[in-house]
T-cell receptor, first 115, second 113 residues
């Protein structure tokens, strides 16, 4: 099992640029989550999908953030335009409601720095 | 009501000692309480979890103690090892909404050799 795979692992970009983070969930999992981790706010749930459908995006900070899941094995989180306050670690996570109970499996994160 | 309060923020324990991290919650609808362990540069990983129908759960050196009436739960790490040095997060969710885990603020544990 390869686990949740995220790319890029590190991204440094200039303010105003578009950033796209990518995620491949664990095969067979039907839930996909995007989290953001910062020192100030800790771990925050941004959005989650069930069977590729966005269920709850109430954690998305503003319209500059968008997430898509075109198929069961791929999701993107896009920030456009990026701002320095978006600097954080973004985690993708997945869960299989039938096979793994409530366990949410996290990827290793995408470290974003906006300068 | 959705918060989970975690303490201490950081903890230094000598090798072989007991590490204790505490969490408290307000929402009585919470019924799933996991602990996640995060090493530097890695994502959080589930360590151990408990439901409120038991007061204690033990897995190896890790034990969760749960006090439903006080709305508190804690993680005990027995015989702490340098390899346990990591950040620990408590979390909680409701039965019908496991997807929306509410995380504590984290405890950075350092186990000195």
């Amino acid at each position: 099992d390869a686990g949740v795979i995220q790319s890029p692992r590190h991204e440094v970009t200039e303010m105003g640029q578009e950033v796209t983070l990518r995620c491949k969930p664990i095969s067979g999992h039907d839930y996909l989550f995007w989290y953001r981790q910062t020192m100030m706010r800790g771990l925050e749930l941004l959005i989650y999908f069930n069977n590729n459908v966005p269920i709850d995006d109430s954690g998305m900070p503003e319209d500059r953030f968008s997430a898509k899941m075109p198929n069961a094995s791929f999701s993107t989180l896009k920030i456009q335009p990026s701002e320095p306050r978006d600097s954080a670690v973004y985690f993708c996570a997945s869960s299989g409601s039938e096979n793994s109970g409530n366990t949410i499996y996290f990827g290793e994160g995408s470290w974003l720095t906006v300068v | 009501q959705q918060q989970v309060k975690q303490s201490p923020q950081s903890l230094i324990v000598q090798k072989g000692g007991i590490s204790i991290i505490n969490c408290a919650y307000e929402n009585t609808a919470f019924d799933y309480f996991p602990w996640y362990q995060q090493f530097p540069g890695k994502g959080p990983a589930l360590l151990i979890a408990i439901r409120p129908d038991v007061s204690e759960k033990k897995e190896g050196r890790f034990t969760i103690s749960f006090n439903k009436s006080a709305k508190q739960f804690s993680l005990h790490i027995m015989d702490s090892q340098p390899g346990d040095s990591a950040t620990y997060f408590c979390a909680a969710s409701i039965k019908t909404g496991f997807q929306k885990l509410v995380f504590g603020t984290g405890t950075r544990l350092l186990v000195s050799p």
